[in-house]
């Protein structure tokens, strides 16, 4: 069911729907032997017909899976269908795709994103996917935090980038969904209208799945920090590639640093 749900646009968010589940609450022991299999479906998709919301999808997905089980449930499992493929997911699709998801899947994305940059040795392997990660991942943690209700950042400043990039999961979901309900009746569809309320009840009320990290970027600093404090050449390293990163990445990260005060 599951392969027949992803492999369908028009119902691939159930297939992700199912995996989220897994990933939230059931003990990796219990299924992380059908990861292979998973990775495989997901993978074909992305090769022959990966859209926006797929790759959406793909993201929280992991997310979830790498933010609740750490990121070698997902590194392992992958490098059983080809090494070192976890890095091209990670600098093409993660990096990528992770300002396209919804607001309150930021802090997911975020938090996954820190266990990728401080569990996995990508920061003596593979400089350019750690940086991509980094900058992807920083982003995510300051959208994720710095818009109130008033649509303003803490410190006052608009927020309309932070506004535009949470609207644009949902504009291109609609986009996405409407296109396919039009392809799969074969011309035009007359409940269109009904796309606005094809989510599941209390999406965007969701319950957080990491009720353990109140404050996202506190996590994000804690993480590098640690990863920087493991040895000199990981310190003098982390500093050389955070000191790469574009300018709003830089700001972010040393905002993180600032909260917990830390300092390279």
Not at 70 to 78: L, Q, R, V
Not at 89 to 95: P, R, V, Y
Not at 186 to 211: N, R
């Amino acid at each position: 069911m599951f392969q027949n749900l992803i492999s369908s646009k028009a119902h691939d968010h159930q297939g992700f729907y199912i995996l989220n589940a897994f990933a939230k609450s059931l003990d990796l022991s219990v299924w992380s032997e059908h990861l292979p299999t998973i990775w495989q479906v997901l993978f074909q998709r992305l090769q022959t017909g990966k859209t926006p919301k797929f790759c959406r999808g793909f993201v929280v997905f992991l997310s979830v899976l790498v933010a609740k089980r750490g990121a070698e449930a997902a590194i392992s499992t992958m490098t059983t269908i080809q090494a070192g493929i976890h890095e091209m997911i990670l600098s093409n699709i993660f990096a990528v795709e992770s300002l396209k998801v919804a607001k309150e899947e930021k802090k997911l994305v975020a938090a996954a994103g820190a266990r990728f940059l401080c569990e996995t040795d990508l920061l003596n392997t593979n400089a350019q996917c750690w940086r991509d990660v980094c900058a992807a991942s920083a982003k995510c943690a300051d959208a994720y935090v710095s818009q109130d209700q008033d649509g303003k950042a803490p410190n006052g400043t608009s927020s309309t980038a932070n506004a535009a990039s949470n609207h644009l999961a949902d504009d291109i979901d609609l986009a996405d969904e409407l296109l396919e309900k039009i392809e799969q009746q074969g011309g035009y569809s007359a409940t269109y209208s009904q796309l606005s309320a094809a989510k599941p009840a209390g999406k965007d009320a969701d319950d957080d799945v990491l009720k353990d990290v109140p404050d996202v970027e506190v996590y994000f600093g804690q993480s590098l920090a640690q990863r920087a404090s493991r040895d000199q050449h990981a310190r003098q390293t982390v500093k050389d590639l955070l000191g790469q990163l574009d300018h709003d990445a830089q700001l972010v990260v040393a905002r993180c640093f600032q909260k917990i005060g830390f300092a390279l």
